[in-house]
């Protein structure tokens, strides 16, 4: 399938070169497809938007939007020519105008705008709220008013930056929802910014892992979980214990020594039978509501955090796990 | 990155605005680059005579000056500043913007109120008759006096700044020392003055640029300052060049304040941590004694740098409106006005091109560097005016060499006056438009960008609407001050063209001070505008924060 972006070996730093915010990325994505950029705080997320979208200039690299090449060290199509849709962090609508006229705003057809900002205002649920101005509207609807704008154009990229942050928990994962809905049913290509794995294993086909300004892993979101390319990678998508020498000696499973192995949280048994097992005491329990945090001391002395759903009784458990589950990664 | 890719970088991210802010910096330097060049031509030839006999005068006093006024203003700004933010007493909102009022009056004016408040016949004498003490007199024209008559006029500097600072940020502090048993008084000293430091170097760094600028009062008190040294050695000796290189000395005393205050700013950035938001709702409720002290100390500034000149200025107005008030006072403060509107039109303009620009430029260095073209405020108008001067005479000798033209078209005519004001105004300009600007979100003018709308049409449809109030508050902080401009006016203006500053100077230099009430009192009258919208600004941004 053709790709609609294409990033090639793209640098950018700051600073006159003392701050590195991207490192050499190179990845595509392909029509249709919704691809989330997860990361955390500096890892280089937001400067490879605002890159794609022509807000920054590059370094180093290409990038190429429907095949065309927009930005290079020696070419930068301006913003308003890269044919690129934005929806911000803070929904950036214009204050001073109305719904109706920030929808507008973008669309390019004179004769026929009116009428595309209402279709796509109706489209995110907003009809009627025209006449309104953003101070007027709640989160969720100046998010909503944010993406119709975006949308109305009818862009070959969209990107949202960090889309949900805004928003409260309840609210967030209703409107998650209802807003990649609707990306899916136009069919556009969207890159989005996240730092909150859940919104990227919900609605991502393909999620891209960027950590100190790299890009450590492309992968569906399924593969990214089951088979992370390191610890980092493993870590960011729920609680991860590094299986370090100290922990290897306490559950007797000795393991390769050119390898970094960790055990998801998850996979952590309570007084059941399994490949390796330690017993361990209980120094201290926290009760969290749905399950319990657990700061366990395990035969040898060393430590372990485990959160666990099951009842736990006395002041010693069984600890362990299958092999199978062990995660390896190079080191 | 290799040297080929610099170069493709640069040719990429060189664009129009990029040459066009080149160009505005240029036109903006060439009075500062002047002055550097005319350094080359050697001192003219009483140089030698004012390095052995008066440099060291003119040095000794601008410092006295500057310590003293230093004292005066750290005292008055920052103990009011604390009082009105910290405690509540009677009066304390009317005295809160009262005391921003000594702003509205140059130091000149106040020079010239304060020298007839202990002359003879004035407030002072006449109440110690009424006291039965009637052979005390002050002598009052003096460096203490023009120390004084400065100081009180620009304390509300230091004011302003601390005063932004005490109801930003102080409360949550001091909170915390209060509840580590540190009393309140002890709290200020420990805690909240070497916090303050910065804010109150930033005023006081503004306080002694205007103190460096200042010629009017320093002239009509018979002090020997560099100001003054320049215009003798322009005007009374006739050598330019001895001028210029007054002029550098003075330059490079300004850098160097300018340099300190980055320093310590940089140094002390601690004090940006964060604000808290509940600031002048909490004030503390001293006793009933001190509360009416603390109204007594907070109403004395006010008194002696608003009240009692301007009492002054209206008896003098009340003895000589009849001689005063004629068609030629008239034309005078209509030209005055016209100046001051057309100059604060066109310095607006220039300052929203210089950020604009800037912002458009996608060359990093140039963005750097173009804050170098508000630099004009820190230079002393006379410097700016010594800078416009000379090139205008040189290209007004060439044109008329080339019988391009017969008279002159830039020296003396109001072309090289409004862009001497420009140089010299551009930050007062430049500076609100930038606030409101950066108030303004970037994501909105990059989500216009991105829904294909270029820089002009975004800057129409969006900055343009949202930054109004700024360029209002720019256009009246340099009408005002185009208004109160004395030094850069009196060099620069047309022959046929007067303002009321230059009048009010006139009267006051001709002996005949009384009669100069009526012009400073207008000009008061009108500088009160922007104390009270600069107050209503202040509180607004407090309440933001």
């Known amino acids: 399938m053709q790709a609609t972006l294409n990033i090639s070996n793209l640098s950018k730093s700051y600073d006159q070169g003392k701050v590195k915010a991207l490192d050499n990325i190179s990845f595509f994505v392909k029509k249709g497809d919704i691809c989330a950029v997860v990361g955390e705080s500096g890892s280089g997320k937001t400067t490879l938007i605002r890159l794609i979208a022509g807000l920054e200039e590059l370094d180093n690299g290409e990038i190429l939007i429907k095949d065309q090449l927009v930005a290079s060290i020696k070419k930068n199509t301006a913003p308003e020519k890269r044919d690129v849709g934005m929806v911000f962090q803070e929904y950036a609508l214009f204050p001073h105008l109305s719904v109706l006229e920030n929808v507008i705003y973008g669309i390019k057809k004179s004769k026929t705008k009116k009428d595309v900002a209402l279709e796509t205002l109706d489209l995110v649920g907003l009809k009627g709220f025209e006449k309104r101005y953003p101070h007027e509207l709640s989160g969720g609807q100046q998010q909503r008013v944010a993406l119709a704008r975006a949308l109305a154009p009818n862009p070959s990229v969209l990107i949202l930056d960090e889309p949900f942050s805004n928003l409260d928990a309840m609210m967030r994962h209703r409107l998650r929802n209802e807003v990649f809905n609707i990306i899916k049913k136009t069919g556009v290509t969207a890159i989005f910014v996240t730092h909150d794995t859940q919104d990227a294993l919900a609605v991502a086909d393909e999620i891209l892992i960027l950590q100190n300004g790299r890009l450590v892993q492309k992968d569906e979101a399924s593969a990214l979980y089951k088979k992370p390319q390191s610890i980092y990678v493993a870590s960011l998508f729920g609680n991860t214990v590094q299986l370090n020498k100290g922990l290897q000696t306490a559950f007797k499973c000795p393991l390769k020594e050119d390898c970094c192995h960790a055990i998801r949280n998850e996979n952590l048994t309570v007084n059941q039978d399994c490949d390796y097992v330690s017993e361990a005491e209980i120094l201290k329990r926290t009760f969290l509501g749905t399950h319990s945090q657990l700061l366990l001391k395990l035969d040898n002395g060393e430590h372990l955090t485990v959160v666990t759903n099951e009842p736990v009784l006395g002041n010693t458990i069984k600890i362990g796990f299958n092999s199978k589950d062990v995660l390896a990664f190079d080191e | ?545």
């Not at chain 2, 002696?304 to 008896?315: D, N």
Request: net charge positive; proline share 4%.
């Open chain 2, 1 to 545: 990155m290799n040297i080929k890719d610099r170069f493709y970088k640069l040719k990429r991210d060189l664009n129009r605005w990029s040459l066009l802010l080149l160009l505005i910096l240029a036109v903006v330097a060439i009075p500062i680059l002047t002055i550097g060049l005319k350094l080359f031509d050697g001192p003219g030839e009483s140089w030698n005579h004012i390095v052995d006999y008066v440099l060291f005068d003119y040095l000794q006093n601008s410092f006295l000056l500057a310590i003293f006024c230093s004292i005066i203003v750290i005292v008055f700004g920052v103990t009011t500043a604390w009082l009105v933010s910290r405690f509540e007493f009677p009066f304390r909102k009317q005295l809160e913007w009262l005391l921003i009022l000594p702003l509205s009056v140059p130091a000149y004016i106040m020079a010239y109120a304060y020298a007839g408040v202990f002359g003879y016949s004035g407030v002072f004498s006449n109440f110690m008759e009424l006291v039965g003490v009637d052979s005390f007199r002050i002598e009052f024209m003096n460096i203490y006096g023009l120390s004084f008559v400065l100081s009180i006029s620009l304390f509300p500097y230091v004011y302003v700044s601390c005063r932004t600072f005490f109801l930003a940020q102080a409360t949550n502090l001091l909170e915390a020392s209060r509840m580590l048993g540190i009393s309140e008084f002890k709290s200020f000293f420990k805690l909240i003055f070497p916090l303050a430091r910065p804010a109150v170097i930033a005023g006081l760094v503004l306080v002694l640029m205007e103190v460096l600028n200042d010629y009017g009062a320093a002239s009509y008190y018979g002090v020997s300052t560099f100001t003054t040294g320049i215009f003798r050695s322009w005007f009374s000796l006739g050598e330019p060049e001895t001028a210029i290189y007054l002029s550098a000395i003075l330059l490079i005393i300004v850098f160097g304040l300018i340099l300190f205050e980055k320093w310590q700013r940089r140094n002390l950035n601690f004090t940006s941590a964060k604000s808290s938001k509940q600031n002048y709702n909490s004030r503390l409720k001293p006793k009933m004694s001190n509360q009416i002290w603390f109204s007594i100390i907070c109403f004395v500034p006010v008194f002696l740098g608003f009240i009692l000149p301007v009492v002054q200025l209206v008896i003098w107005v009340k003895q000589t409106l009849e001689k005063v008030w004629n068609v030629e006072f008239i034309s005078i403060t209509l030209e005055s006005f016209g100046i001051a509107f057309l100059t604060a039109s066109v310095t607006v303009l220039v300052a929203l091109l210089l950020l604009f620009f800037t912002k458009w430029n996608k060359i990093e260095l140039l963005k750097t560097t173009s804050k170098l073209g508000v630099l004009g405020y820190a230079i002393p108008g006379i410097i700016i005016a010594i800078g416009v001067l000379i090139p205008s005479l040189y290209l007004d000798k060439w044109l008329i060499e080339r019988n391009i033209t017969s008279k002159l078209i830039l020296n003396a005519t109001l072309i090289a006056l409004v862009y001497a004001y420009v140089v010299r105004f551009l930050a007062v300009a430049y500076q609100p438009l930038e606030s409101s600007s950066l108030k303004i979100d970037r994501s909105l003018s990059d989500s216009s960008k991105v829904l294909g709308k270029g820089n002009f049409r975004t800057f129409f449809k969006i900055e343009f609407p949202l930054i109004r109030t700024g360029l209002l508050s720019a256009f009246i902080l340099v009408f005002i001050d185009i208004l109160k401009e004395l030094p850069l006016t009196l060099i620069m203006k047309p022959y046929d063209v007067n303002t009321l500053a230059v009048k009010a100077f006139e009267y006051a230099s001709d002996e005949m001070v009384s009669s100069a009430a009526l012009p400073s009192l207008l000009i008061i009258l009108t500088a009160l505008i922007p104390a009270i919208f600069l107050n209503k600004l202040l509180l607004k941004n407090a309440s933001n924060t």
